[in-house]
């Protein structure tokens, strides 16, 4: 296995996200989308925790969630575990814009995919299958110390 495969992966999936979001008009701020993602992964967080994920202070983290908020897409909900705290958690509204976005970025690296033989359709499908199992193994409960001891931002998800 090349020593460098990790990271040409990163790169190149880099890339393919900025290609999208540069032809493509989403909905809603990439940042409120990533957002949206993470909430969507995670499930309800404190935003304490979001800041985290995100690697941002927790002022920053406040405003997204408040823009998030005051468009409907997200909702706060008490704390069972700490009545001083609250819970975000993305609303259907959320998860509408959240899936819209998703869409609108795929329609524009459609055309590319197109041009693509059949084969090569067919390989990244099958790439696709395992870079989910990677996701859900890097995810299972039990990885998050290991993750946290290595500075993975894996948590902190794309749109």
């Known amino acids: 296995m090349s020593s460098t495969l990790g ?43 979001l800041a985290a994920l995100d690697h941002c202070s927790q002022p920053t983290m406040t405003t997204q969630v408040r823009r998030l908020e005051d468009a409907g897409m997200v909702a706060r909900t008490p704390d069972p575990l700490d009545a001083r705290a609250v819970l975000i958690r993305i609303t259907p509204d959320g998860v509408a814009a959240l899936r819209q976005a998703r869409l609108d970025r795929g329609a524009a690296v459609d055309p590319y995919l197109e041009r693509l033989s059949d084969d090569e359709r067919e390989c990244l499908t099958e790439a696709l299958v395992v870079l989910r199992r990677l996701i859900e193994d890097a995810t299972a409960p039990g990885t998050a110390a290991r993750r946290h001891d290595a500075g993975d931002r894996s948590t902190a998800p794309g749109v």
Not at 25 to 40: K, V, W
């Open 7 to 49: 990271a040409d992966l990163l790169s190149v999936v880099a890339r393919i996200n900025r290609l999208a979001n540069q032809r493509v008009r989403m909905p809603i701020p990439f940042a409120q989308a990533r957002l949206l993602s993470t909430i969507e992964d995670q499930g309800e967080a404190r935003i304490s925790d």
